[in-house]
């Protein structure tokens, strides 16, 4: 029964799955396309030169990490439009409880002898295997665009480093799942659940970026989820990986624990 | 007779919404309910109690003894439910979406039933092989039939089911709940509008008015309650008094014809009528309609 209901779940997010992925990978080969351009002409400094002087400030030395070929195809992984593509798409996915509650589809699964935290299980685990498939999406592309498209000579990233960034997204991204999972429990409208952990993702990206550049900003950004992504900090060998790795883990585990007492509990 | 369906001062509030209040009823094996009462008066908001998906505000509702809120599993694990209206996964073949249904519910489902089910209900294999979004509401009304009679239930809630059906599919349905209820003694909760098929289906009909439940009578008591209109037609005027029997009343009088309404039995106004010069007698009956208008006028 479960495997029929996980099985349903994942058809039913198929095609935006496939297309997110492709778009995703394509991105990854398009930044090793860049990278490689860059290699071949040696044009990485003039990249740092290029730099307005706010983004130097705000980079520092993670400038010079980032113009090289290994730390531009990393770049990949931190860039806003995949991290929060591969967030939103994680919020989405984990809304799917509200979309039966509103569509009635749910009274047809609940009146079969089904327990109401299968439903959650089932969401959880579609949106986490779905979150890890984008990310080995992203990374076959990694690999893929770096065996047909490197130029000769070039270093490669280390597979640990791009993994960690990989992992840490995924992890970034349950996060958010299981945020959105607690808001399918309180809202009566998909769009609205979605929104709401959409448009809180953003807020707390600009969190960090605004933190960067904005002293005052800075005590608060232990809020966001995306603090405990450090990319350049990861890319450079010095990010306390499992304790931030734990620290994205935790509020996933607390919200997906209240996203359980409360979808057991709720009228549907 | 063991008891199915049973609930105990029910109640649900949405907030200051009354959704059903204090709502006791007993449903035994074998029987066919009909659930009646206006649009919004609470029969879905108690068809989602007993399915466990409403959390009861008092009260408590138990499906063969098993509470529908705090031992859900139990109290689902022979329940076949058509909603009222039929939800379904768009991008599914209707094939698909009895399949997964199928694999979902309590048992396996049988083939052969299966097969019969569809030819019945008049789905082909060209149906079955479409998707969803683009059936009729008929249609999808029809695999929401059969999604609930497929796993061979003891107990079928159905909210409003023939609600889209044409006369014959309506026709069909009738048949199958006679059967069931006759060869396998299924337990049938039925809402309905439709009071001439709640009159042919049922044995015992609860009409629910705001929330509460105003009346349980067997369809047999509503019509012994209800007064039967008999229009008397005589061959040649008669002009002496009509006569006086408890449970007759008279409604109009004109020298060959009284039109009275009768409660109980014929008898005594048939014996009466022996002497007069008697044309015609024409007994009407009280339809269920009468009787929930009655009670809604109270």
Not at chain 1, 93 to 116: F, Q
Request: net charge positive.
């Amino acid at each position: 029964m479960f495997s029929a209901l996980v099985m349903r779940s994942l058809a039913r997010t198929r095609n935006l799955f496939i297309v997110l992925a492709a778009l995703v990978a394509l991105f990854q080969v398009l930044i090793v396309v860049v990278a490689s351009s860059f290699e071949t002409s040696r044009s990485f400094d003039a990249l740092i030169a290029l730099a307005p002087a706010v983004v130097q400030r705000s980079l520092g030395s993670s400038l010079g990490v980032l113009a090289t070929f290994t730390g531009m195809v990393m770049m990949a992984y931190l860039h806003p439009i995949v991290v929060l593509t591969v967030v939103q798409f994680a919020a989405f996915v984990a809304t799917e409880p509200v979309g039966e509650v509103e569509t009635w589809l749910v009274d047809l699964v609940l009146a079969r002898p089904i327990a109401r935290h299968w439903i959650v299980t089932r969401t959880l685990v579609v949106t986490f295997a779905l979150t890890v498939a984008l990310a080995v999406a992203m990374l076959l592309a990694t690999w893929g665009g770096l065996t047909l498209l490197a130029p000769a000579g070039a270093r490669w990233p280390a597979v640990s480093t791009v993994v960690s960034l990989a992992v840490h997204l995924v992890l970034v991204a349950w996060c958010f799942g299981a945020l959105g999972l607690l808001a399918a429990t309180f809202a009566r409208r998909r769009g609205t659940a979605f929104a709401f952990v959409a448009v809180t993702a953003v807020c707390l990206y600009l969190l960090i970026a605004i933190a960067d550049a904005w002293t005052p900003a800075a005590p608060f950004r232990w809020i966001s989820p995306f603090h405990y992504f450090r990319g350049f900090a990861i890319i450079g060998g010095t990010a306390p990986t499992a304790r931030n790795l734990f620290v994205l883990a935790v509020p996933t585990v607390a919200l997906s624990a209240l996203a359980y007492w409360r979808f057991a509990r709720q009228d549907l | 007779m063991a008891v199915i369906i049973h609930t105990e001062a029910l109640s649900k509030y949405y907030g200051p919404v009354v959704g059903v209040e204090n709502l006791s009823l007993d449903v035994e094996a074998g029987e066919v309910f009909g659930f009646l009462g206006a649009n919004g008066s609470g029969k879905t908001t108690t068809i989602r109690l007993l399915l466990g998906l409403l959390r009861p505000t008092s009260g408590r509702a138990a499906i063969q003894g098993a509470d529908c809120w705090t031992e859900g599993l139990r109290a689902r694990r022979d329940v076949g439910y058509l909603p009222g209206e039929t939800p379904i996964y768009p991008e599914m073949t209707a094939a698909a979406y009895l399949r997964y249904l199928g694999r979902i519910g309590p048992r396996p489902v049988s083939p052969a039933l299966l097969e019969r089910l569809l030819r019945r209900f008049d789905v082909s294999e060209v149906d079955l092989g479409r998707r969803l979004r683009d059936h009729s509401h008929g249609m999808k009304r029809k695999l929401g039939i059969v999604q609930a009679l497929m796993t061979e239930p003891m107990l079928l809630v159905l909210d409003e089911p023939t609600t889209g059906l044409d006369p014959l599919m309506i026709e069909a349905f009738c048949q199958t709940v006679e059967e069931l209820r006759r060869d396998r003694g299924v337990t049938i909760f039925l809402s309905s509008h439709v009071l001439s098929e709640v009159e042919r289906l049922c044995n015992r009909v609860g009409l629910i008015r705001r929330g509460s439940l105003a009346s349980v009578q067997t369809i047999e008591d509503i019509h012994m309650i209800l007064p039967r209109r008999v229009t008397v037609a005589f061959a040649t005027p008669v002009d002496g008094a009509t006569p006086s029997i408890p449970g007759v009343t008279l409604v109009s009088r004109e020298p060959r014809r009284w039109v009275l309404d009768v409660r109980g039995p014929l008898a005594p106004l048939v014996s009466s009528l022996s002497g007069l010069p008697l044309r015609d007698l024409e007994v009407g009956r009280r339809s269920l309609e009468d009787y929930i208008l009655k009670l809604y006028s109270e």
